[in-house]
């Protein structure tokens, strides 16, 4: 199995191979104290070399849960897609409440609407859900930038007032 996946060296002069790109992402990015940036640098890395951690490569390809559901996020869907997550230039995802909200959350200008079989006031719950929860809520780090806090967290003045 060896030999066979090796590409000649020759192919890697026309145009940036993957890895090449991760390097130099990862060279910029070195002394970066952006955690989210740190973490796609490393993901980007681990894929050029094919190395990726088995737990953020769902087995069929797409994973089983809602589309709003980010791969880094290992959380399980908590219900069916009841919601509709669109971004500031309307590309939007469906979702269930619990990965409505995250997306939600992690959006600049994001709206949200329920879907037409969504129950009563799903769109609120997922709106004031994703208030209060952080962007990108499955990334462990220290928060210290209104882009890394919740939308109600900046209005309060954050964790340090
Ligand atoms: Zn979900």
Aim: net charge negative.
């Amino acid at each position: 199995m060896c030999g066979a996946a090796a590409r000649p060296v020759g192919d890697q002069l026309h145009e940036p191979s993957d890895l090449e790109v991760a390097i130099s992402v990862a060279q910029q990015l070195h002394d970066s104290d952006q955690i989210l940036s740190l973490r796609e640098a490393l993901r980007l890395l681990l894929r050029a070399l094919d190395a990726e951690p088995a737990s953020s490569v769902p087995a069929n390809g797409t994973g089983d849960r809602c589309p709003a559901a980010h791969p880094d996020d290992p959380s399980p869907c908590n219900g069916p897609a009841v919601v509709t997550v669109l971004d500031a230039t309307n590309a939007g995802a469906d979702g269930c409440e619990h990965h409505g909200a995250r997306l939600l959350a992690s959006l600049e200008g994001g709206r949200v609407y329920g879907l037409p079989d969504a129950p009563d006031g799903a769109a609120v719950r997922v709106f004031q859900t994703a208030d209060t929860t952080r962007p990108f809520a499955w990334v462990d780090a220290p928060r210290t930038k209104p882009s890394q806090r919740s939308h109600a967290e900046n209005r309060h003045g954050g964790e340090h007032a």
